[in-house]
């Protein structure tokens, strides 16, 4: 841990860090994820689709930035590459597919992941007593709450 004069006691400060990186693995591999269904989405709604997961990949690199400062502020070390991210992420790795039904499937399910680890990590931090951190995830919860509730719906009116 980088010294710093955060009054958190560092035994908090590390396990926050530890917490946030983990978070973080998710969050840069949730974002190549909103690309990748963004980049390959096809069918009759491609483009309300495909401007849709654009605008989830603009506000998951907020949530990545944020997690990653956060980190920092705590006198940690961001483990932010692609690779850390990939020996790290709980995310499913996004599956190969086309239509626009899949992709949505397929966002719906990491999102709804990620939102899940998200909540953990509030109580985690809140337990912790790091406040701040408990209010990090809790602003990213409701930001892909948001966001699954709109993907979701493109599949619910056919149900």
Not at 30 to 55: M, R, Y
Request: proline residues 3%; negative net charge.
């Amino acid at each position: 841990m980088i010294r710093t004069k955060n009054d958190l006691p560092e035994p908090i400060r590390a396990s926050m860090a530890e917490l946030l990186n983990a978070r973080l693995a998710d969050a840069v591999d949730l974002q190549t994820q909103c690309k990748q269904a963004h980049w390959n989405v096809k069918g009759p709604s491609f483009i309300s689709i495909h401007e849709l997961f654009d605008d989830i990949n603009e506000d998951v690199e907020d949530y990545v930035d944020l997690i990653a400062e956060r980190v920092v502020q705590l006198g940690g070390f961001a483990e932010g590459t692609a690779r850390m991210a990939a020996k790290r992420s709980t995310l499913a790795e996004y599956p190969r597919v086309h239509s626009g039904r899949e992709h949505v499937d397929a966002l719906s399910t990491a999102l709804a992941t990620f939102a899940k680890t998200a909540r953990a990590a509030i109580d985690s931090a809140d337990g912790a007593g790091d406040k701040d951190t408990a209010d990090v995830f809790t602003e990213i919860s409701r930001g892909v709450d948001k966001w699954l509730w709109f993907v979701e719906a493109h599949m619910q009116a056919d149900r």
